[in-house]
């Protein structure tokens, strides 16, 4: 049972507009949340994260939304480049009294921007 | 040299060998992990090490052999796999082992089971 889902397994986006990927969960004790990148023969790299007393965290070109009631996350790419073509992983946990080995990952979304 | 670094990048071998993969971080992280990515599904979570000390063995068979001899280098040490163990093997660290805290990747072993 996947209790982190990233429902599209790829998306395609013009250069320069939005990228907006998505990720749902299931798990309502999972409190922090990760995005992570990852490059053909590279390790994941860490992207940008949120808890949840937050609903939106922002790092430059990348923006974070999250919506409890839902439990789902997004994660927004302006402008998109380029360089941002890559596979995103959706990461969550749940941080009071747990450790990390319990961060679970979604299967990753493929972004390709068009230039 | 930083990061964390994986050797070997790609590795093939019959079932009835023995093999290690390596990991070595220079970020002065306590804790180290291995991820085993297949096709199409997330990433799975191996083992832990905490403080050199594993934390966490994620019901992984015992032909995969762990082995972390120092807070900078962790071992998977492979005997008698399957073809169905072929995947991306990855090695992380982070500072502790604190919910929620980022992980720090290498870039995998890319391992074929013949």
């Known amino acids: 049972d996947q209790q982190v889902k990233q429902n599209s397994p790829s998306l395609s986006v013009q250069e320069g507009r939005i990228s907006i990927l998505n990720c749902d969960y299931t798990n309502s004790m999972f409190d922090y949340f990760l995005w992570y990148k990852k490059y053909p023969a590279e390790g994941p790299t860490f992207l940008i994260s949120i808890s949840s007393i937050k609903d939106k965290n922002e790092d430059g070109r990348f923006t974070v939304f999250l919506n409890k009631s839902a439990k789902h996350l997004s994660l927004h790419i302006v402008p998109s480049q380029p360089g941002d073509s890559a596979v995103y992983f959706c990461?969550?946990?749940?941080?009071?009294?747990?450790?990390?080995?319990?961060?679970?990952f979604g299967t990753g979304t493929r972004l390709t921007i068009i230039p | 040299e930083t990061g964390v670094t994986q050797t070997p990048r790609h590795l093939v071998m019959g079932m009835t060998n023995k093999k290690s993969l390596k990991c070595e971080q220079h970020l002065g992280h306590n804790a180290m992990y291995w991820y085993k990515q297949s096709a199409k599904k997330p990433l799975e979570l191996m083992f832990v090490?905490?403080?050199?000390?594993?934390?966490e063995n994620n019901s992984v068979p015992s032909r995969f052999s762990p082995e972390c001899p120092n807070s900078s280098h962790l071992f998977l040490h492979l005997h008698t796999l399957q073809p169905e163990d072929s995947a991306l093997y990855l090695c992380?660290?982070?500072?502790?082992?604190?919910?929620?805290?980022?992980?720090?990747f290498g870039s995998g072993t890319q391992l074929s089971v013949l």
């Open positions: 992380a660290s982070s500072q502790d082992r604190q919910g929620g805290e980022k992980l720090f």
């Open positions: 090490y905490n403080f050199k000390e594993q934390t």
């Open positions: 990461a969550a946990s749940a941080s009071r009294g747990f450790g990390n080995e319990k961060l679970t």
